[in-house]
């Protein structure tokens, strides 16, 4: 099976004499994992979660040197074996920022959040009058509180970063992203309350006191002392919402075209080849006036094809 892990040069020498090692710890994933891993993807351009040409030119200017695709050949019933995990690319992009990210800032201002809608709806029942949008204040990342989980990697993929102001409260952009995620004041607070209609202030305060390791862990046991109400269809994609369970459990069986695949180290007689993709300066000139993921990674199997034939 043809497989492709985005590097920049520098790694090409380790790569050739060791294969593509399972280093990679990132915390969002090593929460279901529970071990290192490496990254591999079967197309070379998918969602920001999985997408192997990220990773070639994602630092090639902050590093000023060139990056690559590598190519690898691993039969299937090698790779089964090598595999820890399957995700799809757009469910993971979707748990990073809606779940992992905002899941800090709610554990600390949910509750206050939810009490604060509940006063503004005895004067305005349906929200018609808070306006579904906010003031925004640009600041620096270092500025940002609410930073005990990882933000690597993910945290580049936004140009600037915002503090607003709702109802008294001041919130991320991260909390922002996931309140727009419901799309109304109405479906944002039925979430809410899902999370904290049938709880206490004074026992959600002492839960919340209490010393935990992580993040992690509050909101697993929260879903465990605090079993959500889900009595529709349609409420079940919430159950578990920020704790790693909801990621465990949308694993994939099976490789699909859009996934990203975490599995062992791969050993260099898998290594096809590399593929420059970009400079310092920007994409190598074969891949330059492409406007299009499609045409891009287009062009990319066609070289894919050559190394193969060289190889053969």
């Not at 790569?15 to 969002?28: E, F, N, V």
Request: with cysteine; hydrophobic share 35%; aromatic share 16%.
């Amino acid at each position: 099976m043809i497989l492709f892990h985005g590097t920049l040069e520098e790694n090409l020498k380790n790569i050739k004499k060791h294969g593509i090692l399972d280093y990679t710890s990132d915390q969002w994933l090593m929460e279901i994992t529970g071990r290192k891993f490496c990254c591999v993807s079967p197309q070379p351009t998918s969602g920001e979660g999985g997408n192997a040409s990220y990773f070639a030119y994602g630092f090639v200017k902050t590093k000023n040197q060139a990056g690559y695709l590598v190519v690898l050949d691993v039969p299937r019933e090698i790779l089964k074996s090598k595999i820890i995990a399957i995700l799809d690319n757009k469910t993971l992009d979707d748990y990073v920022k809606f779940h992992f990210f905002p899941r800090q800032e709610f554990q600390e201002i949910g509750y206050t959040l939810f009490q604060k809608l509940i006063e503004h709806q005895q004067k305005d029942r349906y929200f018609q009058k808070l306006p579904f949008s906010c003031e925004q204040k640009i600041v620096e990342p270092k500025d940002i509180p609410y930073q005990k989980d990882q933000r690597a990697y993910y945290k580049k993929i936004r140009d600037q970063r915002f503090m607003a102001s709702l109802l008294g409260l001041q919130i991320t952009d991260e909390l922002w992203d996931l309140i727009q995620l419901f799309g109304s004041w109405e479906a944002f607070f039925e979430f809410l309350k899902m999370h904290f209609g049938q709880i206490s202030t004074l026992d959600y305060e002492a839960f919340q006191a209490k010393a935990w390791q992580n993040v992690a862990q509050f909101w697993t046991e929260f879903y465990q002392r605090f079993p959500l109400p889900i009595t529709q269809e349609r409420q079940q994609h919430i159950q578990d919402w920020f704790s790693p369970k909801w990621l465990r459990s949308r694993q994939l069986t099976e490789p699909t075209e859009n996934c990203q695949i975490l599995c062992q180290s791969i050993e260099p007689s898998s290594v096809v080849g590399f593929i420059k993709i970009t400079t310092p300066s920007g994409f190598a000139e074969r891949f330059r006036n492409f406007r299009s993921k499609s045409a891009f990674s287009t062009e990319v199997w066609k070289e894919v094809h050559q190394l193969i034939k060289q190889k053969d």
